[in-house]
C-alpha cells in the first residue's frame, strides 16, 4: 500500500476559538431516534459527532465529509486528539469551553433515546 506522508500543511487550520456546535452529535439530534456512545469534537470548525463506536459514526463522516481530519474528545476528563489522516492520536491546541458534554448528560446519550441492548449494537 502507498504511503503518503502528510505534513501539518496539508490540513485545514485549527481554530481554538469556535466553541462547540451544542452538547450532542448534530446529525443524531437532527432525527427522531439518533443515539450514541460516546462524542467527538472537530478542532477545525467545533462540530459535535458521535465516535467511531456509536451506530451512526457522524465524527468520521464529518471528518471525511468536510475535509477536517483532526478530533478532541468532548468526554469529560479526556482531552486527547485524533487524527484521522494518520490514524493515530496527535496534539492539539488548547479549546474554546466548553471542554466536554454536560455531565448531566448520561453516557451513552441522549437520555431518553438508548435502546436497552445499546452495548450489542456499537461498532
Ligand atoms: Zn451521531
Ligand atoms: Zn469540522
Not at 27 to 53: N, S, V
Not at 111 to 119: L, N
Request: hydrophobic fraction near 25%; proline fraction near 12%; aromatic fraction near 8%.
Amino acid at each position: 500500500m502507498e504511503h503518503h506522508a502528510l505534513t501539518m500543511a496539508d490540513y485545514p487550520p485549527i481554530d481554538p476559538t469556535i466553541p462547540p456546535s451544542g452538547t450532542g452529535c448534530v446529525e443524531c439530534l437532527a432525527t427522531e431516534d439518533g443515539w450514541w456512545f460516546h462524542l467527538r469534537r472537530c478542532a477545525h470548525c467545533g462540530h459535535i459527532g458521535c465516535c467511531d463506536q456509536s451506530p451512526s459514526q457522524h465524527t468520521s463522516k464529518h471528518a471525511k465529509a468536510e475535509g477536517h481530519p483532526i478530533i478532541r474528545s468532548f468526554e469529560p476528563d479526556e482531552d486527547w486528539f485524533y487524527d484521522y489522516l494518520q490514524d493515530e492520536y496527535a496534539e492539539g491546541p488548547e479549546l474554546a469551553d466548553p471542554q466536554h458534554h454536560p455531565l448531566s448528560q448520561p453516557t451513552p446519550g441522549p437520555a431518553g433515546r438508548v435502546p436497552h441492548d445499546w452495548e450489542r449494537r456499537l461498532h
